[in-house]
């Protein structure tokens, strides 16, 4: 079981290419993406390995560096391979 005490995130650890990234995610459970990160992010990473397109809350459009990953929340196990999003900060 995995325990909080900054509810309602929960720590997450990511992986590209080699680089990995260890911090606090919001949980969102209207989302239907897997992760999105700050935009600085990108900078660590290197080049994206997509880019996506959003609609955000007020129907404007703006895109993404999407990158190729595995997620993994802090105590839970496994890993899964996903995709996270550089958006925003």
Do not use: K, N
């Not at 209207?30 to 609609?55: M, N």
């Amino acid at each position: 079981m995995v325990t909080s005490h900054q509810f309602p995130c929960v720590e997450v650890r990511l992986s590209v290419r080699g680089s990995q990234i260890q911090d606090w995610a919001y949980l969102d459970t209207g989302f239907d993406g897997f992760l999105i990160v700050p935009d600085a992010v990108a900078l660590a990473l290197g080049a994206p390995d997509l880019v996506s397109t959003w609609e955000l809350g007020d129907g404007s459009l703006t895109q993404g560096a999407d990158y190729l990953s595995e997620i993994e929340i802090l105590g839970l196990a496994p890993a899964i391979r996903g995709q996270v999003t550089c958006l925003g900060d």
